[in-house]
């Protein structure tokens, strides 16, 4: 089991559709991110808060729109998807601010696969 | 071009060998991460050697950076079935870019029992 909580674990969604995807942790990590990742690469950086402040946009579309409403949560508002962002969506959080955060490491959750039809 | 380079891609062994992995890396850096990712998982935090550390020690892994070389290795000893998954390098650029990570492609390990 993983200290972050991503739900839900699979989506299915029209291109039409709007959905969520939702991230919590409980270990007081005051950073928190959002990953994509594609079958077989790397994990590719979306977005950084720090404090519940969005510090870091990876030039993501605005179809993709991060929300923190507290420290412990995290959420992806997706809307008007393409095909090619089907993939693994991943969460993660670290301690502390953006400053010193950097040497802490990141706590990953299990993803979201989200395919779009 | 990708910063955290790795090699091999894919890397097959027996039970009880070792397994050797390298990064390699093209800015300056604050720290380099090491993580593995079992199939259908999220990633977990091996292992972090900071810019002025040399060589570091986990359990049955040993972590080595040479920062004029810029590259990175990550030998996992006496291996295990276990083992079996996808390991990322992970660097931390120095400067402004905070707790941004940027990770290598990966290799993929597969320990044959």
């Known amino acids: 089991d993983t200290e972050v909580t991503q739900t839900p674990k699979h989506l299915v969604m029209g291109m039409t559709n709007k959905k969520s995807l939702k991230c919590e942790q409980h270990?007081?990590?005051?950073?928190m991110y959002w990953y994509k990742q594609k079958a077989k690469k790397p994990p590719e950086l979306m977005f950084v808060?720090?404090?519940?402040?969005?510090?870091i946009n990876e030039s993501v579309p605005s179809r993709f729109s991060p929300e923190c409403p507290n420290s412990s949560l995290l959420n992806l508002h997706l809307h008007a998807l393409q095909p090619e962002d089907s993939a693994l969506y991943l969460c993660?959080?670290?301690?502390?601010?953006?400053?010193?955060?950097?040497?802490?490491?990141?706590?990953f959750g299990d993803g979201t696969r989200l395919s779009i039809l | 071009s990708q910063q955290g380079e790795e090699d091999p891609q894919a890397l097959s062994i027996q039970e009880g060998e070792n397994a050797t992995m390298n990064c390699s890396y093209k800015t300056s850096i604050n720290n380099l991460q090491w993580y593995r990712q079992n199939s259908g998982r999220g990633l977990v935090h091996l292992i972090l050697i900071r810019s002025n550390e040399r060589e570091k020690h986990s359990g049955r892994l040993r972590v080595t950076l040479d920062t004029s070389k810029k590259s990175s290795s990550l030998l996992i000893t006496a291996s295990r079935a276990a083992d079996t998954a996808s390991y990322f390098c992970?660097?931390?650029?120095?400067?402004?870019?905070?707790?941004?990570?940027?990770f290598g492609q990966g290799t993929i390990l597969t320990v044959h029992p």
């Open positions: 808060y720090s404090y519940e402040k969005l510090s």
């Open positions: 992970a660097t931390r650029a120095g400067g402004t870019s905070y707790g941004k990570l940027t």
């Open positions: 993660a959080s670290s301690q502390g601010s953006l400053r010193g955060g950097g040497n802490q490491p990141q706590h």
């Open positions: 270990m007081g990590h005051r950073a």
